[in-house]
């Protein structure tokens, strides 16, 4: 298991333990975490898993692949750290990671 806390736009926390393996847009899903709409389930296919990774932890989740820059080219909002949350899956080098939520998954 490795947690991860999900940061509302309201500033509100939700720390989940994830297995390993599972990507943060699952476990927000699963959990009824506010703020993660995950309309395509996971395929890269949107942007309702736009996140903000916390800059100490954005080196450690790795690149954007071209598709998810594509992806994140519909996201308002995005910033250097933007990810979507779908392409990044939980491992043990994850253990505490913190992403924020924008104000809307538009």
């Given at each position: 298991m490795a947690k991860v806390t999900y940061i509302e736009f309201s500033?509100?926390?939700h720390t989940i333990d994830l297995?390993?393996?599972t990507s943060v847009m699952r476990g927000a899903v699963d959990n009824g975490v506010p703020g993660i709409d995950g309309d395509c389930g996971g395929e890269?296919?949107?942007a309702t898993c736009h996140v903000?990774?916390?800059p100490a932890w954005l080196s450690r989740t790795g690149?954007?692949?071209?598709m998810e820059q594509s992806m994140l080219s519909?996201?308002?909002g995005t910033e250097d750290n933007s990810r979507l949350s779908c392409q990044i899956?939980?491992?043990a080098e994850l253990d505490g990671l913190i992403v924020k939520l924008p104000e809307g998954q538009h």
């Open positions: 500033g509100k926390q297995p390993v393996g890269c296919a949107c903000y990774v916390d690149s954007r692949t071209e519909f996201a308002a899956a939980m491992s």
